[in-house]
């Protein structure tokens, strides 16, 4: 890994075009020459018209952005997403199986496969959820396995969002652009629909309301307001799946159960899907001074009234440190190896491989334990002298907080840029839904690292996303 | 021995309050050191509460009551026979499992100086423990300690009677037990309950439980340096004394007030 030159999608080393993009290579071809620079204008306007934007945190201007879309799909064969797809839905299965037990019983502690301390003393773990007993024992129902591909055969999953995901919302209007701008490409090839997801969200939903419920179930989404960088998603998914959008204020709870307020009158809630984080979801349990949440929400979901989606305390599951035990976990719920590899990672906290770490730190990736969204973290090859020099000395303060990783050489995707068409390095994060059943939309959201070399791929650090095709057969 | 609680509190919301919730743990349960004989909890709205057990096994009223005028007042009443067995509770049947209790909280930080010395006595857990209590009581009982500093240590913000100092007292000695038990991989959860006083005013207390593979929970109370006995009434457990606070309530106006506790032999 690291030394090789990327594995690009499209050519092979010999400059043939793989068989997944054949079609999509001659139809570019066909196209007459300033075709792609009037596709790529035309994308802006649409995606201005259908009010995609996100908000960049700490940066001074403060505005709403729009996100780069790059007009050229990324494909994945039939036979590439079978896989995928196998051991999507494995790791999914087996992280749900593992928050059951860390709330419960815990076995997998008890067995000596995970420090225990790792888990109860994890800033992640919920102590409150102990005991509690979620709708088909699912705890995480959305989750978005961030992955990336080094080779035609190699996959690693780099995280596994079991909190609060977003982006499905890019995935599904990047998909709506791209018929718009070139409807006669999904004539020629078949592309596996990804425009079912919000029906299968309400399904999902609806399957996980609460026993006592009859008839059909109400869903909200709960949204923290329109100051947060996903507002836009929680409206259109709100929309699409014909729920209400509700703010903390909108919802109340009287009697042990949630009500949403109506121009009618209270209305029962049965299921709400929240975009707040656990902390601020109800200022009775968690931090006091919420002013996002519900007051008494958590005494409601605790007595079976109402569900959460996802839970609080997920975040157990997709904790960084616990992420390099997750084939462990799939072997001891499963008894199954497990089919997509983590990268491999270091442990700050063991000496010898704290060593290397600061030794190597110019070729290694370094992030924290409880960071996201491209914050926080540390890209040693493009990173300068005076970066790697802090780094290190966070590393040596508090070394269990940061995991290490090697750079991965990320796969790349021809890209339409100034120049013309140049291969930019993507990942993928595929959306997958768990309820009655796993439903795992074909494909996923795309990001791409627009500058040229650079494998962060985060929205809010310069990425661009792209729709992204499943072949079918 | 029998003995008969009446604890009144009261919450004053904040004028124009549209729904106040308030959470309950003022319901104790029946165990190897205690049989509940009645029991019951008053407050407006109470027929109408969600009752559950939350995840350390304490019965929860969650009660909630809409535009409420003036002071709530919640009383709890009942008679509980207790039995002493040296604070042994024996082993739990059902969860949450022991390991849940080795999670360092806020309140039960502790300086390595309290505990350090003990690291090499893990095979003795029971002497430990009992030599952990009287190390907690000799650092943290000292006379120099003032009961009104540490009312922040209880987790409640409640008027201060003579019984009230002694609990903040006790809430602090235990987590100083709790804490070091817990750095030294011991399991230990805090209790909150009601002492029949020996010279002690009666009412509300707190004291430490520690887990051993072998005789399951052991009650400990560092502020009277005793293992718990017949006059101790279990009321919950929980991480330390903010996750067993009686009265938790939003908005809680200018908090809890504490009006009458009464433990007496019945």
Request: hydrophobic content about 40%; glycine content about 10%.
């Amino acid at each position: 890994m690291g030394d090789t030159a990327p594995f690009d999608e499209m050519y092979d080393a010999d400059g043939t075009v793989r068989e997944p993009y054949r079609a999509l290579a001659q139809w570019i071809d066909e196209q007459p020459e300033k075709a792609l620079s009037l596709m790529q204008a035309d994308a802006e306007g649409i995606f201005r018209r259908l009010g995609i934007t996100f908000a960049v945190y700490g940066s001074d201007e403060g505005t709403e952005k729009l996100i780069p879309f790059d007009v050229i799909p990324r494909i994945i064969s039939a036979t590439e997403w079978r896989r995928l797809s196998k051991g999507i839905e494995q790791r999914v299965r087996a992280l749900n199986a593992f928050l059951y037990d860390v709330y419960h019983r815990q076995e997998i502690l008890k067995a000596g496969r995970i420090p225990e301390k790792l888990i109860v003393n994890n800033a992640a773990f919920c102590p409150d959820m102990m005991g509690v007993d979620p709708a088909k024992g699912v705890y995480s129902h959305i989750i978005g396995v961030d992955i990336v591909r080094v080779g035609p055969d190699e996959f690693y999953v780099l995280e596994d969002n079991l909190r609060t995901p977003s982006g499905v919302s890019y995935m599904l209007e990047d998909r709506e652009a791209m018929m718009q701008l070139a409807p006669d490409l999904f004539q020629r090839i078949k592309v596996a629909p990804v425009e079912t997801y919000p029906e299968n969200l309400r399904r999902t939903l609806e399957s996980v309301a609460p026993a006592n419920v009859a008839g059909t179930p109400t869903i909200v989404v709960l949204t923290p307001g329109i100051h947060n960088s996903a507002y836009f998603e929680h409206s259109f998914l709100a929309d699409q799946m014909g729920a209400q959008l509700c703010e903390g204020q909108d919802l109340f709870v009287d009697g042990g159960k949630v009500y949403m307020r109506t121009t009618t009158g209270p209305e029962r809630v049965d299921v709400i899907y929240r975009r707040i984080d656990d902390d601020f979801l109800d200022p009775l349990t968690f931090r006091p001074d919420s002013m996002l949440g519900v007051p008494g929400l958590f005494n409601a979901y605790r007595a079976g009234n109402v569900t959460l989606v996802n839970a609080p305390g997920t975040g157990i599951a997709d904790d960084k440190a616990v992420y390099t035990y997750v084939p462990q976990i799939i072997e001891f719920y499963l008894g199954e190896k497990s089919i997509l590899s983590n990268v491999p990672t270091y442990n700050c906290t063991d000496e010898d491989q704290r060593a290397y770490v600061l030794e190597h730190i110019g070729e290694l990736v370094v992030k924290e334990v409880h960071g996201s969204g491209g914050y926080g973290m540390l890209v040693g090859p493009t990173s300068t002298k005076a970066q790697q020099a802090e780094f290190k000395k966070k590393i040596e303060a508090r070394p269990d907080n940061y995991i290490v990783q090697p750079t991965l050489a990320l796969s790349t995707c021809p890209t339409y840029v100034n120049s013309g068409i140049a291969p930019r390095h993507v990942d993928l994060r595929p959306y997958v839904l768990v309820g009655d059943k796993v439903r795992i939309t074909p494909g996923g959201l795309t990001r791409v690292a627009l500058t040229k070399g650079s494998l962060v791929v985060n929205s809010s650090q310069g990425g661009g996303t792209k729709d992204t095709w499943v072949l079918e057969d | 021995m029998r003995i008969a609680i009446h604890h009144q509190l009261s919450i004053t919301p904040p004028p124009e309050t549209g729904n106040m919730v308030f959470q309950l743990l003022m319901t104790p349960r029946s165990g190897a050191t205690q049989k509940v004989e009645r029991w019951s909890v008053e407050t407006t709205g109470i027929g109408n509460a969600a009752r559950y057990a939350d995840a350390f096994g304490n019965t929860v009223h969650f009660v909630n009551q809409m535009r409420p005028e003036g002071p709530v007042g919640i009383t709890a009443t009942g008679v509980v026979e207790t039995s002493d067995r040296n604070g042994v509770l024996g082993k739990p049947t059902g969860e949450p499992v022991p390991g849940l209790y080795l999670r360092a909280t806020t309140l039960t930080k502790v300086p390595v100086t309290l505990y350090g010395k003990f690291r090499g006595m893990k095979d003795d857990r029971i002497g430990l423990l009992h030599a952990l209590m009287a190390r907690v009581g000799e650092v943290l009982g000292g006379e120099e300690m003032q009961a009104g500093q540490l009312q922040s240590q209880d987790g409640q913000s409640q008027t201060q009677t003579v019984g009230e100092a002694r609990k903040a007292d006790a809430a602090l000695l235990a987590h100083g037990f709790i804490g070091a038990a817990r750095a030294l991989d011991i399991p230990a959860r805090y209790v909150s309950g009601y002492l029949l006083g020996d010279g002690e005013p009666p009412g509300l207390h707190g004291w430490a439980e520690a887990y051993d593979p072998g005789l399951g929970w052991i009650g400990f109370d560092p502020y009277l340096q005793i293992c718990p006995s017949e006059q101790h009434v279990r009321l919950c457990v929980g991480l330390d004394a903010l996750s067993t606070t009686p009265v938790r309530a939003v908005p809680d106006g200018n908090g809890v007030k504490t009006i009458a506790v009464s433990v007496e032999a019945a």
